[in-house]
């Protein structure tokens, strides 16, 4: 069975639910008391596709302000990005679009971006609604999934969608 490594960073604001996905897709947990993440962190884990291993290389990126600049380091020679917004704070939505536009600047040309809405099971405290957030995604085509990482909502087709986009050629084709 061939091995595919995909290299996929995750980014977003502090607090919005990073580290809470990748703990939830690789070790099938979540911790309320997670510690904010410094610099980066870094997890892998394999799984089956069709006829292929998938292993997923995942940098966990910190999302205070004073490590912002040590983002490109990770994205670059990523397959995909996972830019991560928390539904219930919309500051955290609009800045997802800066995000956006410096991986488009500096990240690689063919990268694979996927927008998560985390947080969805806080439904009754919504500040950000899905068809923006979708229309949003749409217009940059980029994947878009809501996300629970405390209910594991998601979380496991997230990233099927981007071993999805993944082609035998190595290109993208989504």
Known sequence: MALRELKVCLLGDTGVGKSSIVWRFVEDSFDPNINPTIGASFMTKT??????????????????????????????????????????????????????????????????????????????????????AKDYADSIHAIFVETSAKNAININELFIEISFCWTYTGEWNC
């Open 47 to 132: 799984v089956q596709y069709q006829n292929e291993l998938h292993k997923f290389l995942i940098w966990d990126t910190a999302g205070q302000e004073r490590f912002r600049a040590l983002a490109p380091m990770y994205y670059r020679g990523s397959a995909a990005a996972i830019i991560v917004y928390d539904i219930t704070k919309e500051e955290t939505f609009s800045t997802l679009k800066n995000w956006v536009k410096e991986l488009r600047q500096h990240g690689p040309p063919n990268i694979v971006v996927a927008i998560a809405g985390n947080k969805c099971d806080l439904i009754d405290v919504r500040e950000v609604m899905e068809r923006d």
